[in-house]
Nanobody, 123 residues
Framework: VQLQASGGGLVQAGGSLRLSCAAS????????MGWFRRAPGKERNFVAT????????YYADSVKGRFTISRDNAKNTVYLQMNSLKPEDTAVYYC?????????????????WGQGTQVTVSS
């Protein structure tokens, strides 16, 4: 399974970006897709997750109401729509896939990782 993340960039505070994560490989390999982020000098943190089959979503409190995770099963692609961006959202964003049968906010539960895409929000 390979994950290809894209869509990052530079945006002003209050702006929007949409990240994409295209997955190649058998869908049975991933039960849950997630987004994580790592800000400079900080640990990698959970952002959002979505069940590949049931579409159930879960968000970190810091992004709830501003970010939306969705998926297109036909395209094997997961999206992260980010609105009302803040400077503290600046980070490298990673998509991840888990073959485990449950959603998780723990990075170690994810088997596959994309290469990361930089999001920079200026004030």
């Amino acid at each position: 399974v390979q994950l290809q993340a894209s869509g990052g960039g530079l945006v002003q505070a209050g702006g929007s970006l949409r990240l994409s994560c295209a997955a190649s490989g058998p869908p049975s390999s991933f039960y849950v897709m997630g987004w994580f982020r790592r800000a400079p000098g900080k640990e990698r943190n959970f952002v959002a997750t979505i069940g590949w089959n049931d579409g159930n979503t879960y968000y970190a409190d810091s992004v709830k109401g501003r970010f939306t995770i969705s998926r297109d099963n036909a395209k094997n692609t997961v999206y992260l729509q980010m609105n009302s961006l803040k400077p503290e959202d600046t980070a490298v964003y990673y998509c991840a896939a888990s073959g485990r049968g449950y959603s998780s906010v723990i990075a170690d539960d994810y088997n596959y990782w994309g290469q990361g895409t930089q999001v920079t929000v200026s004030s």
